[in-house]
């Protein structure tokens, strides 16, 4: 992992790298709708309010739990207590991008969404909002964790989220198994190299051609780094788009050259 200065280097070179956010010199049509109808939809959509007062909740939460810790690396080191607010504050990925992860899943409408890493089930609630006709089959290793999450569906009244507990490593493939294809998939736990590919490549077996793959903190550490640099040289993969803390990946045929941008958000 990098360190924060370190980190803020990289945020200043992105920003002087980007495109301004606005579109304008994309020359794709497809990424220039995209920035402009998802990326920059100021709207308030309904569900925003409900799961961000959750969200509110458990950064207040000062019960405490039982965690098996997937840590940092997500080497599964040992069990430690933790407060759900200290969960919280440490996993959950902020607002702007969980509403992003929203409204990707709003406007595109994939059926079969798959999130690696649930935590408290923040992110998982957004997905599930955008398009409740899908399924979001997500993944929690520490069982604790997964039974909040359960409990924090149960409270936004959603049923079209199935939560598999256990490591990534053992319980993926198979649940990949009863699915036919993935459209949405966002890989957010186990932030290393080698899981990280080999996550990436499993996915790819049911991917199809409007899949996207949205992978989190490309920037966060050399290793990731080396995951995203991977990512974007692979020969399925047609365009990314680079927002310093998540990455996004199409394989759509229409671009006929490799493209990958870094857009401001
Ligand atoms: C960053 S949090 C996910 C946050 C969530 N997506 C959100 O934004 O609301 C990552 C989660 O992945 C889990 N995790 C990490 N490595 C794992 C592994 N190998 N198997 C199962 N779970 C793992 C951790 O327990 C942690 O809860």
């Known amino acids: ?73 997500s080497k599964l080191n040992k069990t430690k207590e933790r407060t759900i607010a200290a969960i919280a504050y440490s996993s959950l990925k902020p607002k702007k991008y969980a509403q992003l992860l929203f409204r990707m899943v709003n406007y595109y409408q994939p059926k079969t969404i798959v999130e690696l890493g649930t935590s408290l089930g923040i992110t998982s609630s ?26 924090n569906f149960t409270s936004l009244k959603l049923e079209n989220i199935d939560l598999t507990v256990g490591n990534f490593d053992d319980t993926l493939s198979a649940k990949m198994a009863e699915m036919n294809s993935i459209d949405f998939a966002f890989l957010d736990g186990n932030h290393r ?18 899949t996207m793959v949205i992978l989190d903190d490309i920037h966060w550490s050399k290793e990731m780094e080396e995951a995203w640099a991977y990512v974007q040289n692979h020969p399925r993969v047609t365009t990314t788009i680079d927002l310093f803390f998540i990455g996004v990946v199409f394989f759509r045929k229409e671009f006929k050259n490799k493209q990958l941008f870094v857009i401001k958000y």
């Open 193 to 210: 190299y080698e899981p990280t590919i080999n996550y990436f490549e499993q996915i790819l077996t049911k991917s199809n051609d409007d």
């Open 126 to 151: 957004y997905l599930a909002s955008g398009n409740t006709n899908a399924t979001v089959y997500t993944f929690e290793g520490s069982s604790s964790v997964a039974t909040k999450a359960k409990e």
């Open 1 to 73: 992992m990098y360190k924060n200065y370190q980190l803020g280097w990289l945020y200043f070179k992105y920003r002087l790298k980007a495109l301004n956010g606005k579109g304008h010199g994309t020359h794709s049509p497809f990424v220039y709708t995209f920035i402009r109808d998802v990326l920059n939809d100021k709207r308030k959509f309904y569900c925003y309010s409900g799961i961000e007062f959750l969200r509110r909740q458990l950064l207040a939460d000062k019960k405490k739990i039982v965690v098996e810790d997937f840590g940092a690396g």
